[in-house]
């Protein structure tokens, strides 16, 4: 199984899993891109196997984090896909032991991610990364679960930042996004998909995308790729909401 680290260096060359044939998102694609050639700068790692599909694992110090959660000294698992006739094959567990390794040899605490309580589109597996050994150390009322595994003992227990405590967003009327450019397929969807929705539906939208770790470190919602709120209640973090033929059913949820 050969897998590439993605560099500043082959990063114009390389793909990115996500969106790579989807004209439309062209641009954040490439916004994607900028992003990661920002962020590896910061110990950011993105792992890829060695074939045009989904199969990836992002991760990188808690400290630098675009998620609203503090976990000094460990790392912190960003998004994690091994889609289609991959599955089953073993590239989960061998990313993931990547991830350990790496951990381990930066002497880290152990390692974190952000997934749903119940299973949340654009997140990891819940269920999986408790078979491999992860256990919850805390929680949201909108339903998200932060999850750790320990190597040795941590100074202080990782947990959600307080901005997330509520479940809600400041802004109580209308619809409320939140988004920033980790994924390839929020900016278009966001800016293009949603606004042409919420115009169809007579909605009012605001619009918050995040353009700095301070920003994100702060969020409403642990899923900084994507948010959406209705009347200050949180709704999904499925980016397909922003679609027409998609909005109604997964708002009614």
């Not at 897998?3 to 969106?19: F, P, Q, R, V």
């Not at 998620?67 to 994690?80: E, R, S």
């Not at 002497?107 to 408790?130: I, P, Q, R």
């Not at 949180?234 to 998609?246: G, H, K, N, Y």
């Amino acid at each position: 199984m050969a897998y590439i680290t993605l560099t500043k260096d082959n990063i114009g060359s390389e793909h990115i899993c996500c969106a790579f044939s989807d004209k439309k998102c062209a641009d954040s694609y490439q916004q994607k891109k900028n992003w990661l050639a920002n962020e590896f700068e910061h110990g950011f790692v993105f792992r890829h196997l060695d074939e045009r599909a989904k199969v990836f694992i992002e991760y990188g110090p808690a400290e630098e984090a675009w998620i609203p959660v503090t976990a000094p000294n460990y790392l912190m698992i960003h998004c994690f896909w091994v889609s289609g006739k991959y599955k089953g094959t073993g590239h989960g567990k061998a990313l993931l032991q990547e991830a350990i390794d790496a951990a381990k040899a930066q002497n880290k605490a152990g390692l974190v991610t952000v997934v749903g309580t119940k299973k949340f589109h654009f997140m990891s597996d819940t269920k999986w990364f408790l078979k491999q050994g992860f256990e919850e150390c805390d929680s949201t009322e909108s339903g998200f679960s932060l999850l750790k595994l320990d190597f040795a003992a941590g100074k202080d227990r990782p947990r959600f930042n307080d901005s997330v405590r509520s479940g809600t967003c400041p802004d109580q009327e209308g619809l409320v996004v939140y988004y920033s450019n980790r994924c390839p397929y929020a900016e278009y969807h966001v800016t293009e998909s949603l606004v042409e929705t919420a115009q169809k539906r007579n909605l009012p939208l605001k619009i918050i995308k995040f353009e700095s770790k301070t920003q994100a470190q702060q969020s409403p919602s642990p899923a900084t790729i994507f948010s959406l709120y209705l009347n200050g209640k949180f709704v999904t973090t499925d980016i397909s909401a922003c679609m027409d033929s998609r909005f109604d059913k997964i708002v009614r949820r």
